[in-house]
């Protein structure tokens, strides 16, 4: 299981502690995760990555960790082949390959040795190109796409994508669902935020890391109208993301004289997350484009009302009407009016919460996840070596 720099750490540790109930042999090859070192061993797994699992475990400036983690990654990528060049593992399952942004070929380089000694790679498409990039990677992930043995992907919509803009296969391609995260954490053990001002006070909440593409701007300016409407609302924004950006939007937030949000920026660990979603009232995901969501995934888990955009990939787990409320990308009206319309009518969040309780996002997901995996294994071991 190839993370090597741990940048989906928690879906990596969800589906490898999956595979391992489902008797699949498998070796975690990630280092440990900076922001929560614990994300592994909690899961009760060990670490693979090669050689060293040193910089993950401190604390340390963003320009020393990212030239370290080069480094050391470097190292592990030589001590694994080393390793496979005299016992390959017969398959490589890559969760995300990061040098490629950087346009650097190593990691091209250690997937194509890892097929030159056998083994067969499948690729997980968590992005199926770096968000807000237009088309700059497209020919490298182009490449990528093509030298895997099996992609999988987390919805009908990017296996479209990946047929129609990149020329993949059909048979190639598998679809799984992103499984949910947090929700086997025990409430008992969460930490009191005292996120309410008063105990009738309803908390909307948007949590993830902090990209443009997932509207955070947007949603901002619909609570501008919602607070003109409602005084027992708070908004709740919890994650972190470039400095720049974090600015941008503490800048909007004054200039829109906003009183009743909370613009917690910085990475809150799990158990705060957990203690965060139960407090919240509703969960809004007001993205302007997605290829996958674990935030989505981690507020169907926990049963929370949603308002979310209506594009594609949230479609085919969300319903209008029925589990969420859907609306335009980008329109700010309707945003603010589906909050609104939430927020004044519980009747209807009950609804969404009975809907989706029915489907029973959680273990069970990561169950089924696992088993739809270990197929994709079985079927590219039982194939040729591709060209």
């Known amino acids: ?20 109930s489902e008797n699949i042999s498998l070796q975690v090859g990630s280092i440990s995760y900076y922001l929560d070192p ?20 401190y604390s340390l400036p963003k320009t020393a960790r990212r030239i370290l983690k080069l480094a050391e990654n470097l ?11 005299f016992s390959p593992p017969d398959i490589v399952h890559v969760q995300y390959l990061p040098m490629l942004r950087w346009k650097t070929p190593f990691d091209l380089w250690f997937v194509s040795f890892c097929q030159a000694r056998g083994a067969k790679i499948v690729l997980t498409v968590h992005d199926i190109m770096p968000h807000d990039t237009a088309d700059t990677y497209k020919d490298l992930f182009h490449n ?12 009908e919509s990017i296996k479209t994508r990946l047929i129609s803009e990149f020329d993949i296969q ?4 598998s679809v799984i669902p992103h499984g949910p995260f947090f929700y086997d954490l025990p409430a008992d053990n969460a930490p009191q935020l005292h996120l309410k001002a008063t105990p009738t006070e309803q908390i909307v909440l948007w949590q993830g890391i902090i990209f443009p593409y997932k509207g955070v ?4 300016n619909a609570w501008q109208k919602i607070e003109s409407q409602i005084e027992n609302a708070r908004l709740v924004v919890l994650g972190t993301g470039s400095p720049d950006l974090l600015q941008q939007l503490r800048d909007q937030a ?8 909370k613009l917690d920026f910085r990475f809150a660990s799990t158990e705060e997350l957990v203690a965060t979603y139960r407090t919240a009232e509703i969960v809004v995901y007001p993205y302007r484009a997605i290829t996958t969501s ?7 888990a926990f049963s929370k009302p949603i308002v979310a955009s209506d594009l594609p990939v949230f479609r085919e787990l969300l319903t209008n009407n029925e589990n969420a409320s859907l609306v335009p990308p980008t329109d700010v009206d309707q945003l603010a009016q589906a909050i609104l319309h939430l927020l004044q009518n519980p009747g209807e969040r009950q609804k969404y919460i009975t809907a989706l309780q029915t489907k029973n996002f959680g273990a069970q997901s990561w169950i089924s996840i696992a088993q739809k995996t270990a197929q994709v294994y079985a079927t590219v071991l039982s194939q040729q070596s591709s060209t």
């Open 254 to 261: 004054a200039r829109l004289h906003l009183q009743r949000v």
């Open 217 to 220: 701007d947007l949603l901002l």
């Open 75 to 85: 190292l592990n990528m030589a001590a694994l082949s080393v390793r496979f060049l």
């Open 144 to 155: 990528l796409y093509h030298r895997a043995d099996a992609l999988i992907c987390h919805s």
């Open 1 to 20: 299981m190839m993370d090597l720099l741990a940048i989906v750490p928690y879906y990596t540790a969800y589906l490898s502690r999956a595979l391992l």
């Open 294 to 300: 674990g935030a989505l995934a981690t507020g169907l």
């Open 170 to 173: 059909p048979g190639r391609i």
């Open 38 to 57: 614990n994300c592994f061993r909690a899961r009760g797994l060990q670490l693979d990555p090669g050689l060293l699992d040193i910089v993950g475990r």
